[in-house]
């Protein structure tokens, strides 16, 4: 388990992604989903208010609801960290206080509960002041509604004053960063990592798998069948085929999925306090659940780090 930043909210060591929950995977499949993650100790897991209103016959709010439901027909809301976002669904864009207001009383109630634990910016808004977006933030959190908040799709520079204004107004104030992260996209170690370091703030690296192209199930001359196929085939090229190649070295030295050991990597990047997947089926998931208790070495690491330099 892993605390985030300086709250007090102690989570497992892999974030369940909910973009599928309504999306690639129906209820049924996601409720199986969930339940096999927290039966193998997960606690975690991260939706947004607009996931996923792109998919054919969604308008968004269909992976909140399906969880809300699980929670409540499990009884278990007290024993799960639920993240979730505001900021990017069309109906409910950007950071003002109104919209952030509205958007977070809806999320509760898809939710079925009355606090979110980690409340994300889902992208920035340069169209809202700062002190705004934190004031609103703010007023949640005094409120009980909110336990903590967080950013994500931010630049460097916009998280700094974020950052400052809170320190300042002595408002709430971001304790994680959401960034694109993974073995294949690593720019957050350079514009982020540092800032975070200095801060306290924890990293919740997401597209952990690279759109699914860490597991492994991407190769040469292969076809996959996946909503994501085209995302996660642009990484296929001399550096992608690298890494695989260390990818299954490791995983079959260590006996465990590809897809787990790419985690692990990410796992035990500095700042970063989980990774964020999904999983489709529990068939998938059950590939990624080794990361909760895989370290790798310190050679191991270092092989995966030079693979995808
Ligand atoms: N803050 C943001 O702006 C932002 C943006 C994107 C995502 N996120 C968050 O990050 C989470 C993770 O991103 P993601 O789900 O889009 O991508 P991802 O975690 O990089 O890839 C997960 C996908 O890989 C495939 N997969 C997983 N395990 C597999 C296995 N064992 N065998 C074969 N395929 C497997 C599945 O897709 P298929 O079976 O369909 O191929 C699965 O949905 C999201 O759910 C969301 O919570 C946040």
């Known amino acids: 388990m892993a605390k ?3 709250s007090d909210l102690d989570v497992s ?4 992604g909910g973009n599928v929950f ?3 995977a129906d209820e049924r499949t996601s409720f199986a989903v969930l339940d096999a993650f927290v039966v193998a100790g997960g606690n975690f897991i991260d939706t947004a208010d607009s996931y996923m209103w792109r998919a054919p016959g969604n308008s968004g709010g269909e992976s909140e609801t399906i969880i809300g439901r699980w929670m409540a027909s499990r009884g278990n809301r007290d024993s799960v960290v639920i993240a979730t976002k505001v900021g990017s669904w069309p ?7 109104a919209n952030i207001v509205a958007a977070a009383e809806d999320s509760l109630r898809r939710l079925q509960t009355d606090r979110i634990d980690l409340y994300f910016s889902h992208t920035d808004d340069a169209g809202t002041a700062q002190e705004e977006t934190a004031a609103a933030f703010d007023e949640l959190v005094r409120a009980g509604k909110v336990r903590t908040i967080g950013a994500s ?21 971001y304790v994680a960063l ?35 192209f860490l597991t492994g199930k991407y190769r040469p001359d292969t076809e996959v069948d996946s909503a ?27 006996e465990v999925p590809v897809a787990a050991v790419a985690l692990a ?36 690491l270092a092989k995966l780090t030079k693979a995808s330099a």
């Open 13 to 16: 060591r892999l974030c369940l």
């Open 265 to 300: 990597w990410l796992a035990d990047q500095p700042t970063v306090a989980a990774p964020i997947a999904s999983a489709r089926t529990p068939e998938q998931l059950t590939d990624l659940l080794p990361v909760l208790d895989l370290t790798l070495t310190k050679t191991e």
């Open 228 to 254: 994501r196929a085209e995302g996660a085939m642009a990484y296929m090229d001399d550096r992608g085929l690298r890494v695989l190649a260390a990818l299954d070295e490791i995983a079959a030295a260590r």
């Open 153 to 173: 799709n931010f630049t460097p520079e916009r998280l700094r004053s974020a950052l400052e204004i809170s320190a300042r107004e002595g408002l709430a104030s």
């Open 22 to 24: 309504g999306w690639t």
């Open 4 to 6: 985030i930043g300086s």
């Open 91 to 97: 109906q409910r864009p950007g950071l003002s206080r």
């Open 178 to 212: 959401q960034p694109h992260y993974n073995l294949l996209e690593r720019d957050f170690e350079s514009a982020f990592a540092p800032l975070l370091e200095s801060q306290g703030l924890a990293c919740l690296p997401y597209f952990g798998l690279a759109k699914g």
